[in-house]
């Protein structure tokens, strides 16, 4: 008996959710930072084991927008939601219930029989403050609710079983050589953004977007180009950095995990461009409807 569903991974900025993606993929899927809302996009990860194909949609973290792209990013996530036959709810155990896990949780009240509710992160608290949490959500509705680390796997498979149980009935959707739904040009700019991420300040990442403009791949060797887009003319000294040091530096790194995921050696060119008020422009914001 095939069993075929789509599962919606959501929560706050920061729960881990990229983190357990990668983690139930076995490769990076997801770009990964220790700075909120890196997730811009509606990214896949097809997961096929036996009779079982699950489609993995990592959704941006649930926030309130503040830009057009914000306003985009979360119009996407509430339309997924009511596409999807689960919906994996990760909330960060390590920290207090707050008013935005509150909000977020009376949204999902409706569909509380159709959420697994994974409380990550045990791995960083005492496990003496996970049973009143888990309590309080069984009060709230919701049933389903188990404690797991993404970062070390920690019960993991205890998830991945409860979740093949709830899946519906269904032939695959995808060839079970598929793993992703995002493309190698995208892939590239997201290593590059993620780049971006680890080592800039912090009112650098939010307001930057790659444009792979050229992507080569020959028998020995990849070609790439491509543009970082900040919003005003004075990130872009930051990003480039005294002598060129923080562009190389991003792009070093970029190159050594891009090598690494097309075993071969890569040749990438960055160039920094100002593109003013970026986040407020509809012709932008397309690209995260991918």
């Known amino acids: 008996m095939k069993k075929f569903g789509v599962v919606a991974l959501i929560g706050r900025p920061n729960a881990g959710k990229s983190t357990l993606l990668n983690y139930l993929m076995k490769q990076k899927i997801s770009i990964v930072s220790d700075k909120p809302q890196t997730t811009r996009n509606q990214i896949f990860g097809i997961l096929t084991e036996g009779e079982t194909q699950i489609v993995f949609v990592d959704l941006p973290g649930f926030h309130k927008p503040m830009y057009e792209m914000n306003k985009a990013m979360m119009q996407h996530v509430y339309d997924n939601l009511d596409s999807c036959d689960l919906i994996l709810y990760l909330l960060d155990a390590s920290v207090p219930l707050g008013g935005g896990e509150t909000y977020l949780l009376e949204q999902l009240k409706p569909r509380a029989k159709d959420v697994i509710v994974a409380l990550n992160k045990i791995d ?24 797991v680390s993404a970062l070390t796997g920690d019960n993991v498979d205890a998830l991945m079983a409860l979740i093949r149980e709830r899946l519906p009935e269904g032939e695959f959707q995808y060839n079970e050589e598929d793993y992703t739904n995002i493309s190698e040009r995208f892939y590239v700019s997201e290593i590059i953004r993620e780049k971006i991420l680890q080592e800039t300040r912090q009112e650098i990442p939010y307001c930057t977007f790659v444009d792979v403009r050229v992507l080569k791949e020959e028998e020995n060797h990849v070609e790439i180009m491509a543009d970082i887009a900040v919003e005003r003319k004075s990130q872009k000294p930051i990003l480039v950095g005294k002598q060129a040091n923080m562009i190389k530096k991003i792009r070093k790194m970029a190159e050594k995990e891009l090598t690494e995921y097309f075993e071969k050696p890569v040749e990438l060119e960055l160039f920094v461009v100002v593109k003013k008020n970026w986040r407020q422009k509809p012709q932008f914001l397309n690209r995260f409807n991918r």
């Open 124 to 147: 960083s608290i005492k496990k003496s403050r996970v049973l009143p949490l888990m309590e309080k959500l069984s009060t709230e509705g919701f049933e389903s609710v188990l404690p």
